[in-house]
């Protein structure tokens, strides 16, 4: 890769935020550098290249970086132009896209919080409602796409769907709580069954083993960690 268009994404491998942007380089063709952080000691370029937030993923493209998933997102597909698109060209679509792929992001930290068990029968009510709800967008096609992955490459919404609860079913293990009802949500489960089962997102994901591994961590030791 040259100097002149070289990347490199910083990031921590099982983070969601930074597994939506390493899919969508791969689903644009886009070759990188990537460095894993260590969170618990992050390295002087991490500080250097997100200093106000000091967190993961940071896009460095020629040497400027760039932070915060969406915002990455939307200027990988505005500087690789390259099909396919992320986006779709109409600014209408892109609106509807736009808004679906944030409520995903409140599902994302909606999901966080069942699996915290902060307030888990609020948390959980929450969470149904969301989910309900995208089932109702794509059955009205108010999603702005075609859940139908067959025959077209994937968009921000298909990353952010997977990535989200593409996992569902070792969160389901570990930690004890149902996330994902095929006869509640037959629509959003036979689009994110379809989702996994691509080559693409199959190469992302981690090895189920460490994924085990990093959850019982977490529910056994970092939110059992009482804060200050």
């Not at 100097?3 to 910083?10: D, I, Q």
């Not at 808004?99 to 930290?109: K, N």
């Not at 075609?146 to 593409?166: A, E, F, K, P």
Request: aromatic share 8%; glycine share 6%; hydrophobic share 40%.
């Amino acid at each position: 890769m040259g100097e002149e268009n070289k990347v490199t994404l910083h990031g921590m491998w099982i983070s969601p935020y930074v597994n939506r942007v390493q899919l969508a380089l791969k689903v644009k063709g886009i070759p990188y550098e990537y460095v894993e952080e260590d969170l618990s000691n992050k390295s002087s370029l991490l500080l250097k290249y997100n200093p106000i937030h000091k967190k993961v993923p940071v896009l460095v493209h020629n040497g400027k970086p760039i932070s915060e998933s969406f915002v990455i997102l939307e200027y990988i597909d505005e500087t690789w132009k390259n099909e396919p698109r992320l986006l779709p060209e109409d600014p209408y679509e892109r609106s509807r896209v736009r808004f679906w792929a944030s409520y995903i992001q409140q599902v994302t930290e909606c999901m966080l919080k069942v699996l915290k068990g902060e307030g888990q029968d609020d948390a959980l009510e929450e969470f149904l409602e969301k989910l309900n709800a995208l089932e109702d967008g794509i059955k009205n096609s108010s999603l702005g796409m075609d859940t139908n992955i067959q025959g077209r490459n994937m968009g921000l919404l298909d990353i952010m769907i997977v990535v989200t609860l593409g996992g569902y079913k070792v969160q389901e293990q570990v930690f004890g709580v149902k996330i994902l009802d095929p006869d509640k949500t037959p629509l959003l489960c036979s689009w994110l069954t379809s989702l996994i089962e691509l080559p693409i997102v199959k190469e992302y994901a981690p090895p189920h083993d460490k994924v085990v591994s990093f959850l019982h961590f977490l529910k056994d030791v970092v939110f059992k960690t009482p804060r200050n």
